[in-house]
């Protein structure tokens, strides 16, 4: 696992920009997106660019369940409004929040994966090192299914909702083994509230308390950071660009 870390979170995406730049005209028709606020600023930086994604199949890491895709607190309404409105992509699959059929819908998904094996997968990371939704205790050899959120990812996602009873207490997510499976993993982290979770999962055991410890065990997967989310690591364990 190579871990790179720039000055800010604009250069850092700008990097992780790059590698989607790279894949991209190189070949790479699937892409796994991740929501949250740390990809806000490499999905602008990706709608600013030329690249043309009309060829490529976007498939998300996890939904809310019970959300519909026009609520605005929704997955599906992030891509849409901070990626999709801006780079039209051939194919884009998404949990359906709104389906009560989880036997159904999760393995409806992991068909997708299995028919579209990932070429990138980009990944944010919970203050707890979950990556999805797949909290601490996730099995490593999980696949899509609906998951129980912990209070402390309630709380820190309360942040996107008018009150914390708003945030929803279960979610689709794909597994720990699903993402796993992709050909390269990149992992993006920004600000010091990620600090101790980089930390544990580029320096820690790899344990299934910590999911992204998992990384480590993944022939091509980096982190990239900025110097806040990388203040408990040594500057030998990084590359500065
Ligand atoms: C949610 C998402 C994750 C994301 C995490 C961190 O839990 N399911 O995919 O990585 O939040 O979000 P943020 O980037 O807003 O800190």
């Not at 299914?145 to 309630?154: N, P």
């Not at 796993?180 to 509230?193: D, N, P, T």
């Amino acid at each position: 696992m190579d871990i790179y870390v720039f000055n800010n979170d604009y250069e850092a995406s700008q990097y992780a920009a790059d590698i989607v730049r790279e894949t991209l005209v190189s070949g790479t028709e699937v892409f796994g997106l991740a929501t949250g606020s740390t990809p806000e600023k490499l999905y602008k930086i990706l709608t600013e660019t030329d690249l043309d994604f009309s060829q490529a199949t976007a498939i998300n890491l996890d939904e809310y369940y019970g959300l519909a895709p026009d609520n605005e607190q929704s997955y599906a309404y992030f891509m849409h409004k901070y990626l999709f409105s801006g780079k039209k992509f051939g194919n884009f699959y998404i949990p359906n929040g709104l389906n009560t059929n989880a036997e159904e819908e999760t393995s409806n998904y992991d068909n997708i994966i299995e028919n579209n094996p990932i070429d990138l997968q980009l990944l944010g990371i919970g203050v707890n090192g979950h990556f999805g939704f797949n909290e601490p205790g996730s099995p490593l050899d999980s696949k899509t299914r609906l998951v129980d959120l912990t209070s402390e990812t309630i709380q820190a996602n309360r942040r996107f909702f008018n009150s914390i009873d708003e945030v929803p207490t279960q979610a689709y997510s794909m597994g720990v083994s699903s993402v796993m499976g992709a050909k390269r993993i990149v992992m993006l982290a920004f600000g010091e509230q990620k600090a101790k979770a980089v930390q544990m999962t580029a320096k820690g055991p790899v344990t299934a308390e910590v999911p992204a410890s998992i990384l480590q065990t993944h022939s091509n997967s980096i982190i990239i950071l900025d110097q806040a989310a990388a203040q408990f690591l040594d500057p030998s364990d990084y590359q500065t660009l």
